[in-house]
T-cell receptor, first 110, second 113 residues
């Protein structure tokens, strides 16, 4: 079993829809949780960084963490074609090494 | 803030030659940098952890003699792919920890012909 599980998609939604991306994890040592967006042939771009259970909002993005269920989510409201990318969840424990999900390929259809 | 600059963005080299990739932290000091490799449509695979002034720590299965890492200053880490072969063709990305999360370079696409 992988430490971090993420549905690889692909996921296609119409413009303006709410997108929900999810990851589950098995390692209780993970303390910090991140969501990255990666465009083709580019480095990952940090979208959200959280370290406690609950919700964190930044513009159209909301990150949700449920440590009791070992489950994290990223919601994108009012999705735009420019949101089309691969979204990676990542988490880290005490050793500073990031563990990534496999990434979800998202396409927003105009 | 907390920008990591990676160069070159792409490189083509002949089999048997060596290629150096640079990663600079522009507006902060990075005691630790991480080097990743990414194959098409796959996630990032950690290759090694680079610590300023000391030897890099390589992940299991990564050849330290092939992938030489140098972290001589708090703002520069380099990855040298030695005696490159076509199977080394990949997307290489560096990363550094910042106060709230990790920041990544833009990546280097290496093609060995």
């Amino acid at each position: 079993q992988k430490e971090v599980e993420q549905d690889p998609g692909p996921l296609s939604v119409p413009e303006g829809a709410i997108v929900s991306l999810n990851c589950t994890y098995s390692n209780s040592a993970f303390q910090y949780f991140m969501w990255y967006r990666q465009y083709s042939r580019k480095g990952p771009e940090l979208l959200m960084y959280t370290y406690s259970s609950g919700n964190k909002e930044d513009g159209r993005f909301t990150a949700q963490v449920d440590k009791s269920s070992k489950y994290i989510s990223l919601f994108i409201r009012d999705s735009q074609p420019s949101d089309s990318a691969t979204y990676l969840c990542a988490m880290v424990g005490g050793n500073e090494k990031l563990t990534f999900g496999t990434g979800t390929r998202l396409t927003i259809i105009p | 803030g907390a920008v990591v600059s990676q160069h070159p963005s792409w490189v083509i080299c002949k089999s048997g030659t060596s290629v150096k990739i640079e990663c600079r932290s522009l507006d902060f000091q990075a005691t630790t940098m991480f080097w990743y490799r990414q194959f098409p449509k796959q996630s990032l695979m950690l290759m090694a952890t680079s610590n300023e002034g000391s030897k890099a720590t390589y992940e299991q299965g990564v050849e330290k003699d092939k992938f030489l890492i140098n972290h001589a200053s708090l703002t520069l880490s380099t990855l040298t792919v030695t005696s490159a072969h076509p199977e080394d063709s990949s997307f290489y990305i560096c990363s550094a920890r910042k106060p709230l999360g990790y920041t990544f370079g833009s990546g280097t696409r290496l093609t060995v012909v």
